[in-house]
């Protein structure tokens, strides 16, 4: 099967090339030149496109403008590069033959429903976004001008929206493999699950980390976290005492991927033991604790 990537110069883009490569021919296309992008041009421009495409059985269309690019890009490009560029992109897939449409999005479009006031807040595919920014609206028209397209041409078409994925301190980001983060690796084995499972029509998953809690820990969770992380990830508090770092008193969402690992068959593999051996191995996707950030809990 031949696959397209987009954006596959990016961080999230990369890792879902190499995971696919081993299995199918993939092809790589971004602005930026890199290992992994086969074609390197302008997502904008028609023929370019057509010609990344020729032959192509399956779009994985991972290039987006993202949350660190609002205030520093027009919301005309914010519109172009994540609404037109992804009509264009379907449209010509269609055209050209392919069979199952991939979008790669972000849970981030959820916004102000992510985090009711009093509790913390429980996210699945079935809340309605409340959008706080640019990206987040384009994000959510571009979903939705999918969902019709898929309607009226009975294209598949999966959206996988990811959670919190990206180098930040280790305590934060170990917590969060338990409410709302997921490594990129994860994210990468999830589209090779969708691309084997192929869902008919239009549908959508969260992708995050397994979470250990259940719905009815929301209360809990907002106004005692440490002690609900204790009872449930004993290990991971030890290991905070170990280490002399503080477990977070509050926590405002979790996203609950079940839903994607029912459907779609995938296992997130990589938790809060793999946060904490990357740190004590120096791999760069994990950003060491300082003694300030230890005390600025309110991060969490």
Known sequence: MKILVTGSAGR????????????HQVVGLDMVPCSTADFVGDFRDRDFVRSALQGVNVIVHAASLHAPHVGLR????FAEINIEVTEQLVTMGIELGISHFIYTSTTALYGYASTPNGRTGWITETVTPQPRTVYHR????????????SRETSL????LQMSRCFPEPADMMAVYRLTRGIDARDVASAHGCAINTR????????????????RQDCSSLYQQADAVISQYEPELAAAFQRRGWTLPKTLDRVYDSSQAQQVLGWQPRYGYNSVLAQLDNEV?????VSIVDNKIKLLF
């Open 12 to 23: 999230i883009g990369r890792h879902i090339y190499i995971h696919l490569m081993r299995h």
């Open 74 to 77: 027009s919301d005309q490009e």
């Open 138 to 149: 384009t994000k959510i028209q571009a979903e939705n001008l999918l969902q019709r397209i």
């Open 156 to 159: 598949p078409v999966t959206v």
């Open 199 to 214: 869902p008919e029509g239009f549908n959508r998953y969260i992708l995050s980390a397994k979470t250990p809690f259940r």
């Open 284 to 288: 760069a996707e994990v950003l060491p």
